[in-house]
């Protein structure tokens, strides 16, 4: 079973293969955007990596629970995969829309377009590329600051708040030993108030 999950899951990775885009499939001269070659290496990252945590070593590496129980073993390999398919997928998107990757990828596709008929100097704003790529970039890396400096935020508060909330159940845990002490040395106090009224009672006249 082994073999035949392992045969059929390299069999999907290469249909997939033939399926995406490919130096074949795509004519000559004709142009892909930034961002399908974006998806089409995550789909080819993605392929490797199914094809590297092959089922093969995955029972390899649970092989006396493989022998007990090879169903389940293939239903866990599988759901494995696809979840870890979607998570990757899910990071993946998330950086795309933080760093709106798809507006910046398809305006550098727009400025690649339109500079193909020119035939003089790319223009630049300053004429130093140092300065140029500065310029794009830093707002970039400070909207990732920013969005990072948001989470440790929201984090520190969160640790607060549960922090305060440690600090008040210790305070009403106190209270509460407190309470039982005082109702306690109470009790002892009426106990032995008790035992000394029943002593003077039995004492002779």
């Given at each position: 079973?082994?073999e035949?999950?392992?045969?059929?899951?390299?069999?999907?990775?290469?249909?997939?293969?033939?399926?995406?885009?490919?130096?074949?499939?795509?004519?000559?001269?004709?142009?892909?955007?930034?961002?399908k070659?974006?998806?089409t290496?995550?789909?080819?990252?993605?392929?490797k990596?199914?094809a590297?945590?092959?089922?093969?070593?995955?029972?390899d590496?649970?092989?006396r629970?493989?022998?007990l129980?090879p169903?389940?073993?293939q239903?866990?390999?599988?759901?494995?995969i696809?979840?870890?398919?979607?998570?990757?997928?899910?990071?993946?998107?998330d950086?795309?829309?933080?760093?709106?990757?798809?507006?910046?990828?398809?305006?550098?596709?727009?400025?690649?377009?339109?500079?193909?008929?020119r035939?003089?100097?790319?223009?630049r704003p300053?004429?130093?590329?140092?300065?140029?790529l500065?310029?794009?970039?830093?707002?970039?890396?400070?909207?990732?600051?920013?969005?990072?400096?948001?989470?440790?935020?929201?984090?520190e508060a969160?640790?607060?708040?549960?922090?305060?909330?440690?600090?008040a159940?210790?305070?009403?845990?106190?209270?509460?030993?407190?309470?039982?002490q005082?109702?306690?040395?109470?009790?002892?106090?009426?106990?032995?108030?008790?035992?000394?009224?029943?002593?003077?009672?039995?004492e002779?006249?």
């Open positions: 079973m082994a035949a999950s392992s045969a059929n899951l390299g069999g999907g990775c290469e249909e997939k293969r033939h399926e995406g885009s490919s130096p074949q499939s795509v004519p000559p001269g004709t142009t892909i955007s930034r961002v070659l974006l998806d290496m995550v789909d080819t990252f993605l392929q990596l199914v590297a945590g092959s089922y093969q070593r995955f029972t590496c649970y092989k629970f493989y022998q129980q169903d389940i073993t239903r866990i390999y599988d759901k494995f696809a979840q870890l398919q979607t998570s990757i997928r899910e990071e993946i998107s950086i795309k829309e933080e760093g709106n990757l798809e507006a910046v990828l398809n305006a550098l596709d727009k400025i690649v377009e339109e500079g193909k008929d035939k003089e100097p790319a223009w300053s004429g130093i590329p140092e300065k140029d500065h310029s794009v970039m830093a707002p970039y890396f400070l909207q990732q600051r920013d969005t990072l400096r948001r989470h440790v935020q929201k984090q969160e640790n607060q708040q549960l922090a305060d909330a440690v600090l159940g210790r305070r009403q845990v106190e209270e509460l030993q407190l309470q039982v005082a109702r306690q040395q109470a009790w002892q106090a009426l106990h032995r108030e008790q035992r000394e009224l029943v002593a003077v009672l039995r002779p006249e």
